[in-house]
Nanobody
Framework: QVQLVESGGGLVQAGGSLRLSCAASGSIFRVNAMGWYRQAPGKQRELVADITSGGSTNYGDSVKGRFTISRDNAKNTVSLQMNSLKPEDTAVYYC???????????????WGQGTQVTVSS
């Protein structure tokens, strides 16, 4: 079993910045991909950004140029630097880990509990 613990959400004014962090734990040997998704009220969960163990990144169109994802493979952590925040970025942000190799085998998909990000206009 993989545990993902997020931190860093909160309330910020439009144009401001926030940094989200997520730490994975649970007898982990390797995490192939980590990322962030978000879900706003009444909307489907959507990809914000993800990053492979090799450092390849992928961003949702709405956050390109404003958000930056990074990870520390040795610590099994992933961070999301969010700049120039807009009210439409308001959502619950979820940390995700895919293809995690653990002492008990391969875990395909793990999710954190989510952290609220609210951007006021």
């Amino acid at each position: 079993q993989v545990q993902l613990v997020e931190s860093g959400g909160g309330l910020v004014q439009a144009g401001g910045s926030l940094r989200l962090s997520c730490a994975a734990s649970g007898s982990i040997f390797r995490v192939n991909a980590m990322g962030w998704y978000r879900q706003a009220p009444g909307k489907q969960r959507e990809l914000v950004a993800d990053i492979t163990s090799g450092g390849s990144t992928n961003y949702g169109d709405s956050v390109k140029g404003r958000f930056t994802i990074s990870r520390d493979n040795a610590k099994n952590t992933v961070s999301l630097q969010m700049n120039s925040l807009k009210p439409e970025d308001t959502a619950v942000y979820y940390c995700n880990a895919r293809k995690v190799i653990t002492a008990k085998g391969l875990i395909d998909d793990s999710w954190g509990q989510g952290t609220q990000v609210t951007v006021s206009s």
